[in-house]
């Protein structure tokens, strides 16, 4: 008998599991677009959202449109103001930590990371992270 009823419970769990995988399959380009749009009305008040007009951006076409394509060298000036500490310039708030990235293509870079990407103490020293507090 308690087979039978791990059975259904597991089965019942499977079915919704891959229903709900579905369900995100069937609209992912909305969700994709849902979450960009949560992102950018968080960091509007940012001194990057402020420079980009965040407040006008209501479509991927906006964010296309008012966000341009950039490499390092361009968020670098903004990067150096959160490395002095300033709040509220390419994400709310301060980072938690910076790491460093193995810059395959111009050298190693400083990145600002909230405290919810830090990585768990093993993940510390081992690549792709090198951990600057």
């Known amino acids: 008998m308690l087979k039978f009823i791990k059975k259904t419970i597991a089965l019942l769990w499977a079915k919704r599991h891959i229903q709900s995988a579905q369900e995100f399959k069937d ?8 979450l960009l749009l949560s992102l950018v009305k968080t960091a509007e008040k940012t001194l990057f959202g402020r420079v980009h007009q965040f407040e006008k951006i209501h479509s991927v076409e906006d964010f296309q449109q008012r966000v341009p394509i950039a490499d390092y060298e361009d968020l670098k000036p903004y990067i150096e103001k959160v490395k002095r500490g300033q709040a509220n310039i390419l994400w709310t708030g301060t980072p938690e930590y910076f790491a460093k990235t193995s810059g395959t293509t111009s050298g190693a870079n400083i ?8 990585p768990t103490k093993s993940q510390q020293h081992s690549p792709p992270y090198s951990i600057i507090w």
Request: net charge neutral.
């Open 111 to 118: 990145s600002p990371s909230p405290k919810k990407e830090c």
């Open 27 to 34: 609209n992912a380009v909305a969700q994709q677009e849902q």
